[in-house]
């Protein structure tokens, strides 16, 4: 790779990607790290392939959304085709997931951060496609965001998504019907499910049996989130993070009032002891004051 690509200087490659090549490099004209992923031939040879995915790409660079690594261009020198997106730092969800559940507070802080941002997305008309703990970074400020917005169907990975990432896929797009915003209902659905219980969702997995602290308002949530009719399933990502902002407010007042009542105890405790305390000087004096007359 040469030292610069356009008017964007390569720090460092980060690695091979489903969109080919992928490095650290400097907006000498912004000057902003951004990351740069140079298509692969498998792409730019392919005419009506590279055509589709410009224009993805090209709406894309409109949707603008924190929890949405943006992305900011695509670009051309000569034979190269790149496309130039927010340098995120941080760690994929799927490497926070090591068998247990997340912290409950937590994982719903991360989901309806998900949610946010499809709910701007879907009102765009679009969709991302291809969601699970891979596609989703944590960031150092503890903030989820989507990774490769809307642009999977042009990887290769995106090809194989079917198979390889089947409990995150959608009944329908199994059954080989084309994804809608529902499906990515689904998908967030299966991430969730996954960050409160440690586990992918399989059939006959109760989430409530995984982890006992799921409140019921939460898991009828993820149900609707999770129903493989899609006309039951829960039709708006706007709708969801509001649910879950419910859900969230319920566990805050909750948690006030369990550290409030631990607060009281002890204070009620003391005030008992200091009453007996009192009671018992009281108790004492008098027996002092009963002997001291008697001696007189």
Not at 234 to 253: F, K
């Amino acid at each position: 790779m040469a030292d610069a690509i356009a008017h964007y200087k390569i720090l460092e490659p980060l690695g091979p990607g489903g969109l080919g090549d992928v490095y650290r490099a400097r907006d000498t004209r912004l000057g902003r790290t951004v990351a740069v992923k140079v298509l692969p031939p498998a792409i730019t040879a392919d005419s009506l392939r590279l055509q589709s995915l410009l224009e993805t790409a090209g709406r894309l660079v409109e949707l603008s959304h924190p929890n949405i690594a943006m992305l900011f261009e695509h670009g051309q020198e000569g034979n190269q085709r790149f496309l130039v997106f927010e340098f995120v730092q941080g760690q994929p969800l799927a490497s926070m997931i090591t068998g247990r559940p997340l912290n409950l507070r937590r994982a719903l802080e991360f989901a309806i951060n998900l949610a946010d941002a499809l709910a701007d997305a879907h009102a765009l008309e679009m969709i991302h496609g291809d969601i699970r703990p891979d596609t989703i970074m944590i960031t150092p400020k503890d903030r989820a965001k989507f990774m490769n917005f809307g642009l999977s169907r042009f990887t290769a990975g995106g090809i194989a998504r079917l198979s390889s990432a089947a409990p995150y896929v959608s009944p329908e797009e199994l059954s080989g019907q084309p994804a809608d915003s529902r499906s990515d209902i689904y998908s967030l659905g299966a991430v969730l499910f996954e960050m409160l219980s440690g586990r992918q969702r399989a059939r006959g997995l109760v989430l409530s049996t995984l982890n006992r602290n799921i409140p019921a308002e939460l898991e009828q949530i993820v149900g609707r989130m999770l129903a493989a009719n899609v006309d039951h399933r829960s039709q708006s990502a706007a709708t969801i993070a509001a649910e879950l902002r419910s859900v969230a407010a319920i566990l805050d007042t909750r948690t006030e009032a369990a550290e409030a009542a631990a607060t009281v105890e002890p204070a009620r405790r003391r005030t008992q002891r200091s009453r007996s305390r009192l009671v018992m000087a009281v108790i004492g004096l008098a027996l002092l004051g009963a002997i001291a007359a008697w001696m007189l």
